[in-house]
């Protein structure tokens, strides 16, 4: 049964990176949430690829819903043009917000607080703390050693194949909103060797 995808959280990097792809895989992505009516929420910046995608859905006419520090705010990196701008004091408050605030979840290229910000919720989905998508949008392969990883840690036993396959993993916009909207979750324990000491 579809998922009703009424907002989306997304991550994604405070720089547009070196290659112009990775802006360009932003600015579709906020479009596309705009054109179906899906609100965006992020990380309430105005630089990098943040900016760029939330720029991009407001220019489509979207509802953009921003989620940022105090401190960040301070040094000026905010987007002040949202729809809605949340301020909050801890990045834990603001992981929380966003989670509390989405009901699936797309990574972008980025750095470590694109992939921690991820990689929490993921593992939220892994632990059934929450039954909501994940996906990595693999922009021209970016993400391509971070799939071997997971490729690696299975065969080692350290990832379900199940918990591995239960990530979504496209590399455009379009293919990555239709598949969260269609995701089921994966009901495996976590637990693999559980009864070795």
Request: proline share 4%; hydrophobic share 45%.
């Amino acid at each position: 049964m579809p998922r009703n995808l009424s907002s989306v959280g997304v991550y994604c990097a405070s720089s547009r990176g070196v290659d112009p792809c990775f802006a360009d895989a932003a600015e579709s992505l906020g479009r596309l949430l705009a054109r179906r009516d899906i609100r965006l929420v992020y990380g309430g910046g105005r630089v990098g690829l943040m900016g760029v995608l939330a720029n991009a859905a407001l220019a489509d006419g979207g509802v953009v819903h921003g989620v940022i520090t105090q401190a960040l705010k301070d040094k000026e990196v905010a987007h002040l043009g949202l729809t809605t701008l949340q301020v909050v004091t801890t990045m834990h408050e603001r992981k929380a917000a966003m989670v509390d605030e989405s009901d699936a979840f797309v990574m972008l290229p980025g750095g470590f607080g694109t992939l921690d910000e991820f990689f929490e919720v993921l593992t939220w989905s892994q632990l059934g703390i929450h039954v909501k998508p994940c996906g990595i949008l693999n922009v021209s392969v970016f993400f391509n050693p971070l799939l071997e990883l997971f490729e690696l840690a299975t065969r080692q036993r350290f990832l379900r194949a199940e918990h591995r396959d239960m990530v979504v993993i496209e590399a455009d916009p379009e293919s990555m909103i239709d598949r969260l909207g269609s995701w089921a979750p994966m009901i495996v324990d976590k637990w693999l060797d559980r009864d070795q000491p």
